[in-house]
């Protein structure tokens, strides 16, 4: 069975940075991409980013562009986002997520809160 596991979330304050992790098992995801979202209270779930496990190409949304960076670890089974610059507006559960193309993600995380003060 794939399991996600997210860890890495917390309280920060406005300007400051966090790494979010997701450790993946069961499984190698070679022809995956692995993708972050997110969800604020009373939002949907949005799209942050993405990287192909194969190459590691990666895509972001634009309010991740220039802040945030989405990478992998073959040998750990492990995608990271380092989240730089926080901003209060980037409050919400984070969620790993797997899948075979940017409109199917077929496996989930949890999810991890993070939480920026202002």
């Known amino acids: 069975q794939v399991q996600l596991v997210e860890s890495g979330g917390g309280l920060v304050q406005a300007g400051g940075s966090l790494r979010l992790s997701c450790a993946a098992s069961?499984?190698?995801?070679?022809?995956?991409?692995m993708g972050w979202f997110r969800q604020a209270p009373g939002k949907e779930r949005e799209f942050v980013t993405h990287i192909m496990w194969s190459d590691g190409a990666t895509y972001y949304a634009d309010s991740a562009k220039g802040r945030f960076t989405i990478s992998r670890d073959k040998a750990k089974n492990t995608v990271y986002l380092q989240m730089n610059n926080l901003k209060p507006e980037d409050t919400a559960v984070y969620y790993c997520?797997?899948?075979?193309?940017?409109?199917?993600?077929?496996?989930w995380g949890q999810g991890t809160q993070v939480t920026v003060s202002s």
């Open positions: 997520a797997a899948g075979p193309s940017m409109r199917t993600w077929d496996r």
């Open positions: 069961g499984r190698t995801f070679t022809s995956y991409r």
